[in-house]
């Protein structure tokens, strides 16, 4: 395998990619299966080979076992760590990732963390100065542990000069998917996704959150009322109309809402016109003063407000990110 490095453009001079799966005691099977099936699918392009500080069986968080071939500086083309439970001490984690340091100071062209597999990066020290990201219920720890991380928890894959990190468990499969698409094309990642049954694709810097989904209600009346929000977001959707909806009274449908989706229907509305909106953003071109009054917003500045409350980010900075993440 021979690569050159010219302003982050790769070229390749071999048809067959080494793409090598680091897993440790405790890791989660998932982040190994997803993308590993996923380099599976793409076809004899690649080929992989799941490594361990020690070699032979590793058991993962569930208690399954997988057989391994003991790490080395080997000519490796991608390096993709799995993630796994991330305890109160974190001495195991720092420790194999001393061990590992070694070889992540190899010329390896792509090395890649899936979900908490990013506290393993960090420790070592290749995430230093880089745009990085993990499962959101780890941001926060991971930030405070390594503040020269720049953490983004609210994207489902980074990648920064060759380092690339992602989210939990179907982030990985994304992650490994545009990897595939940067090697051998668009079609070929595509297909891969099509035999996956999953979507094509998520851009890595789309929401690891989708306000429908997070907020679950468990009766039907309160999911046509999220399903009637979604369809109708230029409309007023006062606390009186949604009851409606629920058929309700106000009182009631205020209490049983807030109960079956932890938030109140003003938070609801809000967070699904700013979910619509960022699509909107990532996906196409119109100007954000016609993205806010397609989804109901009065003005612009009440859009910004809402984007800010809700991701942390302004409009301008989610279409921003989006167009540089299209142009690698």
Same mark, same amino acid.
């Given at each position: 395998m021979h690569w050159t490095d010219a302003n982050t453009t790769m070229t390749h001079t071999a048809l067959t990619y080494n793409i090598a799966f680091f897993i440790f005691p405790g890791f989660q099977i998932q982040d190994l299966s997803g993308p590993l099936a996923a380099f599976e699918v793409a076809g004899a392009s690649y080929k992989r080979l799941?490594?361990?500080?020690?070699?032979? +069986?590793? $058991? &993962?968080?569930?208690?399954?076992?997988?057989?391994?071939?003991?790490?080395? *500086?080997?000519?490796?083309?991608?390096?993709?760590?799995?993630? =796994?439970?991330?305890?109160?001490?974190?001495?195991?984690?720092?420790?194999?990732?001393?061990?590992?340091? *070694?070889? +992540?100071?190899?010329? /390896?062209?792509?090395?890649? &963390?899936?979900?908490?597999?990013?506290? /393993?990066?960090?420790?070592? =020290?290749?995430?230093?100065?880089? $745009?990085?990201?993990?499962?959101?219920?780890?941001?926060?720890?991971?930030?405070?542990?390594? *503040?020269?991380?720049?953490?983004?928890?609210?994207?489902?894959?980074?990648?920064?000069?060759?380092?690339?990190?992602?989210? =939990?468990?179907?982030?990985?499969?994304?992650?490994?998917?545009?990897?595939?698409?940067?090697? +051998?094309?668009?079609?070929?990642? $595509?297909t891969a996704a099509q035999m996956l049954v999953v979507y094509y694709r998520r851009p890595g810097g789309q929401s690891q959150f989708s306000a429908l989904a997070d907020m679950e209600p468990q009766s039907e009346r309160i999911r046509n009322v999220l399903a009637h929000i979604r369809h109708h977001l230029t409309d007023a959707l006062t606390v009186e109309t949604l009851a409606s909806v629920a058929c309700l009274s106000p009182r009631q449908f205020g209490r049983i809402f807030r109960a079956e989706t932890g938030c109140t229907p003003a938070k609801a509305v809000e967070r699904i016109r700013t979910e619509v909106a960022r699509q909107k953003l990532e996906q196409g071109n119109d100007p954000v003063e016609i993205i806010a009054r397609q989804v109901g917003y009065a003005d612009p500045e009440r859009m910004r407000r809402a984007f800010i409350r809700v991701t942390g980010l302004p409009p301008q900075s989610i279409r921003r990110m989006a167009a540089n993440e299209g142009s690698h």
């Open positions: 799941v490594v361990s500080i020690t070699g032979g +069986l590793i $058991k &993962s968080s569930c208690g399954l076992e997988v057989m391994t071939t003991a790490i080395s *500086p080997a000519d490796y083309d991608t390096l993709i760590i799995a993630g =796994g439970n991330v305890p109160a001490d974190l001495s195991e984690l720092l420790a194999v990732a001393k061990q590992l340091a *070694p070889v +992540l100071r190899q010329d /390896i062209r792509r090395i890649a &963390s899936v979900c908490t597999g990013a506290f /393993i990066l960090a420790a070592a =020290g290749r995430l230093d100065g880089r $745009k990085a990201t993990t499962h959101w219920k780890y941001t926060a720890q991971l930030q405070q542990l390594f *503040p020269r991380v720049k953490v983004d928890g609210d994207r489902i894959y980074t990648r920064d000069r060759g380092v690339w990190t992602s989210a =939990g468990v179907s982030a990985g499969i994304d992650m490994a998917l545009a990897m595939i698409e940067e090697d +051998l094309g668009t079609e070929a990642s $595509k």
